[in-house]
Protein backbone atom coordinates (compact mmCIF):
# COMPACT_ATOMS: atom_id res chain seq x y z
CA UNK A 1 0.00 0.00 0.00
CA UNK A 2 1.70 3.26 -1.03
CA UNK A 3 1.88 5.92 1.44
CA UNK A 4 -0.55 9.08 0.86
CA UNK A 5 0.99 12.34 -1.26
CA UNK A 6 1.93 14.96 1.37
CA UNK A 7 -0.15 18.18 0.83
CA UNK A 8 2.14 21.30 0.41
CA UNK A 9 1.78 24.35 1.55
CA UNK A 10 4.20 27.48 0.60
CA UNK A 11 3.38 31.04 2.47
CA UNK A 12 4.81 33.79 0.20
CA UNK A 13 5.45 37.00 1.69
CA UNK A 14 8.34 39.95 -0.18
CA UNK A 15 11.39 38.83 1.38
CA UNK A 16 10.79 35.47 3.34
CA UNK A 17 11.97 37.64 6.66
CA UNK A 18 9.24 38.60 8.45
CA UNK A 19 4.63 37.38 7.66
CA UNK A 20 5.71 34.26 6.08
CA UNK A 21 8.22 32.09 7.93
CA UNK A 22 6.00 33.55 11.04
CA UNK A 23 2.75 32.26 9.07
CA UNK A 24 5.01 29.07 8.44
CA UNK A 25 5.86 28.12 11.70
CA UNK A 26 2.18 29.00 13.16
CA UNK A 27 0.72 26.75 10.50
CA UNK A 28 3.64 24.07 11.30
CA UNK A 29 2.89 24.02 15.08
CA UNK A 30 -1.32 23.47 14.39
CA UNK A 31 -0.59 20.62 11.91
CA UNK A 32 1.37 18.82 14.18
CA UNK A 33 -1.09 19.87 16.81
CA UNK A 34 -4.01 18.25 14.68
CA UNK A 35 -1.62 14.78 14.43
CA UNK A 36 -0.98 15.65 10.66
CA UNK A 37 2.60 16.52 10.32
CA UNK A 38 3.71 13.75 8.06
CA UNK A 39 0.45 14.80 6.38
CA UNK A 40 0.84 18.15 5.33
CA UNK A 41 4.31 20.12 4.20
CA UNK A 42 4.28 23.34 5.33
CA UNK A 43 7.12 26.07 4.08
CA UNK A 44 7.82 29.83 3.12
CA UNK A 45 9.80 31.73 0.55
CA UNK A 46 9.65 35.17 -0.71
CA UNK A 47 8.32 37.13 -4.41
CA UNK A 48 11.81 38.40 -4.34
CA UNK A 49 15.42 37.32 -3.46
CA UNK A 50 16.16 40.18 -1.41
CA UNK A 51 17.16 38.24 2.07
CA UNK A 52 18.14 34.25 0.32
CA UNK A 53 20.50 33.02 2.68
CA UNK A 54 19.22 35.17 5.99
CA UNK A 55 17.60 34.29 8.93
CA UNK A 56 13.99 35.56 9.76
CA UNK A 57 14.15 38.91 10.96
CA UNK A 58 15.37 38.98 14.80
CA UNK A 59 12.05 40.92 15.70
CA UNK A 60 9.96 37.98 13.90
CA UNK A 61 12.24 35.33 15.52
CA UNK A 62 11.64 37.77 18.90
CA UNK A 63 7.85 37.20 18.56
CA UNK A 64 7.55 33.76 17.76
CA UNK A 65 9.66 32.46 20.36
CA UNK A 66 7.61 34.20 22.87
CA UNK A 67 4.15 32.76 21.77
CA UNK A 68 6.55 29.44 22.24
CA UNK A 69 6.64 28.82 18.04
CA UNK A 70 10.09 27.31 16.50
CA UNK A 71 11.73 29.84 14.78
CA UNK A 72 14.50 28.35 12.61
CA UNK A 73 14.31 29.58 9.24
CA UNK A 74 16.16 30.37 5.94
CA UNK A 75 15.06 32.70 3.88
CA UNK A 76 14.55 31.81 -0.22
CA UNK A 77 12.77 33.07 -3.09
CA UNK A 78 9.57 31.80 -4.52
CA UNK A 79 10.67 29.58 -8.01
CA UNK A 80 8.13 29.03 -10.63
CA UNK A 81 8.44 25.54 -11.02
CA UNK A 82 7.58 25.04 -7.38
CA UNK A 83 3.47 24.97 -8.07
CA UNK A 84 3.33 21.72 -9.51
CA UNK A 85 4.30 20.30 -6.67
CA UNK A 86 2.49 22.58 -4.42
CA UNK A 87 -1.45 22.15 -3.17
CA UNK A 88 -1.74 25.86 -1.90
CA UNK A 89 0.02 28.73 -2.17
CA UNK A 90 -0.45 31.51 0.42
CA UNK A 91 0.12 34.96 -0.42
CA UNK A 92 0.51 37.44 2.81
CA UNK A 93 -1.13 40.81 1.05
CA UNK A 94 -3.06 41.27 -2.23
CA UNK A 95 0.12 42.24 -3.80
CA UNK A 96 1.69 39.02 -3.27
CA UNK A 97 -1.75 37.31 -4.29
CA UNK A 98 -1.31 39.64 -7.78
CA UNK A 99 2.22 38.26 -8.40
CA UNK A 100 1.78 35.08 -7.63
CA UNK A 101 -1.03 34.65 -9.52
CA UNK A 102 0.43 36.32 -12.33
CA UNK A 103 3.38 33.76 -12.56
CA UNK A 104 1.55 30.70 -12.34
CA UNK A 105 2.37 28.90 -15.30
CA UNK A 106 -1.52 27.08 -15.28
CA UNK A 107 -5.15 28.63 -14.65
CA UNK A 108 -4.98 25.47 -12.34
CA UNK A 109 -1.95 26.79 -10.83
CA UNK A 110 -3.01 30.11 -10.17
CA UNK A 111 -6.43 28.90 -8.35
CA UNK A 112 -3.85 27.46 -5.82
CA UNK A 113 -2.69 31.25 -4.82
CA UNK A 114 -4.95 32.21 -1.63
CA UNK A 115 -4.72 34.69 0.78
CA UNK A 116 -3.91 33.68 4.18
CA UNK A 117 -6.71 36.16 5.77
CA UNK A 118 -9.55 34.51 3.20
CA UNK A 119 -9.38 31.91 6.19
CA UNK A 120 -10.32 34.20 9.21
CA UNK A 121 -14.03 34.86 8.96
CA UNK A 122 -13.93 37.84 10.93
CA UNK A 123 -11.37 39.61 8.51
CA UNK A 124 -13.20 38.35 5.69
CA UNK A 125 -16.34 39.98 6.91
CA UNK A 126 -14.51 42.93 7.32
CA UNK A 127 -13.01 43.06 3.91
CA UNK A 128 -9.32 43.56 5.48
CA UNK A 129 -7.18 40.42 3.62
CA UNK A 130 -3.74 42.08 3.85
CA UNK A 131 -1.34 41.09 6.84
CA UNK A 132 0.48 44.73 6.71
CA UNK A 133 4.39 44.04 6.81
CA UNK A 134 5.61 44.63 9.64
CA UNK A 135 9.56 45.73 9.05
CA UNK A 136 9.60 49.19 8.60
CA UNK A 137 7.83 49.59 12.14
CA UNK A 138 8.34 48.76 15.74
CA UNK A 139 7.43 45.28 17.61
CA UNK A 140 3.98 45.81 17.96
CA UNK A 141 3.19 45.41 14.10
CA UNK A 142 4.98 42.36 14.71
CA UNK A 143 2.79 40.77 17.54
CA UNK A 144 0.20 41.99 15.28
CA UNK A 145 1.33 40.09 12.35
CA UNK A 146 1.77 37.40 14.71
CA UNK A 147 -2.70 37.55 16.13
CA UNK A 148 -3.38 37.91 12.28
CA UNK A 149 -1.64 34.70 11.74
CA UNK A 150 -2.81 32.81 14.51
CA UNK A 151 -6.59 33.75 13.49
CA UNK A 152 -6.24 32.66 10.13
CA UNK A 153 -4.57 29.45 10.86
CA UNK A 154 -7.65 27.53 12.28
CA UNK A 155 -9.61 28.32 8.55
CA UNK A 156 -6.59 27.23 6.96
CA UNK A 157 -5.92 24.03 9.32
CA UNK A 158 -9.64 23.46 8.21
CA UNK A 159 -9.45 23.44 4.14
CA UNK A 160 -6.40 21.47 3.99
CA UNK A 161 -7.34 18.91 5.86
CA UNK A 162 -10.69 19.33 3.92
CA UNK A 163 -8.79 19.22 0.65
CA UNK A 164 -6.63 16.17 1.99
CA UNK A 165 -9.94 14.28 2.52
CA UNK A 166 -11.23 15.08 -1.10
CA UNK A 167 -8.06 13.54 -2.18
CA UNK A 168 -8.30 10.25 -0.27
CA UNK A 169 -12.41 9.96 -1.51
Known amino acids: MALPTAFSVCFVCTGNICRSPMAASVFRARVDEAGLGGLVRVDSAGTD???EGDGADPRTVSV???AGY?????ARRFQV???????????L???HHRTLRRLAPTPDDADKVRLLRSYDPVAVSLGDLDVPD???GDDEGFDACLRM?????????GAVREAREGRAA
Open 49 to 51: GWH
Open 64 to 66: LEA
Open 70 to 74: ESGHV
Open 81 to 91: SWFSRLDLVIA
Open 93 to 95: DSG
Open 134 to 136: PYY
Open 149 to 157: VEAASDGLL
